[in-house]
Antibody
Framework: EVQLVESGGGLVQPGRSLRLSCAASGFTFDDYAIHWVRQAPGKGLEWVSG????????GYADSVKGRFTISRDNAKNSLYLQMNSLRVEDTALYYCAKVGYCGGDSCRTTPGSFEIWGQGTMVTVSS | QSALTQPASVSGSPGQSITISCTGTTSDIGGYNYVSWYQQHPGKAPKLMIY???NRPSGVSNRFSGSKSGNTASLTISGLQAEDEGDYYCSSFTSSSTRVFGTGTKVTVL
């Protein structure tokens, strides 16, 4: 079974740091890009960051650029999000999402869609 | 990168058809055929319903269909059922090689 399990969320004060993890299983991890998507309480989905299969291509939303760093360890089938200088507005449920359905092409070379999602880990930034 | 624009809510009676629009720019929807749609029920993770504008993943009902014209993508749900209630989001690849989601649409079955 293809599965993504996020961890590392919690309550943190503004300005502090937190590191999220996403453990993958059931598929060949290094064949796919993986993304972080967040959802503030009662709000919509917001794309946060994505990383290609070999870490050669990385992108960030403007709202987190310079503060968050995405990384992956293909040997450990794991994705990470290092979050620094956290703000109250970073409070959200953070999902990791695997791309898939790449239109018959390799998902290493096409953007794909967010095929599989984890259940999320909650990050609360508050003093 | 601004969010794609969706109507806040759409409603319909069982059996009817509804359409949700998703408007972007030439830098996202208008420039690529990488538009996808997601369904989200309360307290649950999103579920992929449509990929690459108009394709359905395996297991998704053929009552769901997608299309695109210019900078606007659309999701149509035909034969509306109670289980279709929930929030729907569009998403697109962008010219910056990032992704953007729509503002979300709440679907209500009357």
């Amino acid at each position: 079974e293809v599965q993504l399990v996020e961890s590392g969320g919690g309550l943190v004060q503004p300005g502090r740091s937190l590191r999220l993890s996403c453990a993958a299983s059931g598929f060949t991890f290094d064949d796919y890009a993986i993304h972080w998507v967040r959802q503030a309480p009662g709000k919509g989905l917001e794309w946060v960051s994505g990383i290609s299969w070999n870490s050669g291509s990385i992108g960030y939303a403007d709202s987190v650029k310079g503060r968050f760093t995405i990384s992956r360890d293909n040997a450990k089938n794991s994705l990470y999000l290092q979050m620094n200088s956290l703000r109250v507005e970073d409070t959200a449920l953070y999902y990791c999402a695997k791309v898939g359905y790449c239109g018959g092409d390799s998902c290493r070379t096409t953007p794909g869609s967010f095929e599989i999602w984890g259940q999320g880990t909650m990050v609360t930034v508050s003093s | 990168q601004s969010a794609l624009t969706q109507p806040a809510s759409v409603s319909g009676s069982p059996g009817q058809s509804i359409t949700i629009s998703c408007t972007g720019t030439t830098s996202d929807i208008g420039g690529y055929n990488y538009v996808s749609w997601y369904q989200q029920h309360p307290g649950k993770a999103p579920k992929l319903m449509i990929y690459d504008v108009s394709n359905r993943p395996s297991g998704v009902s053929n009552r769901f269909s997608g299309s695109k014209s210019g900078n606007t993508a659309s999701l149509t749900i035909s034969g509306l059922q109670a289980e279709d209630e929930g929030d729907y989001y569009c998403s697109s690849f962008t010219s910056s090689s990032t992704r953007v989601f729509g503002t979300g649409t709440k679907v209500t079955v009357l």
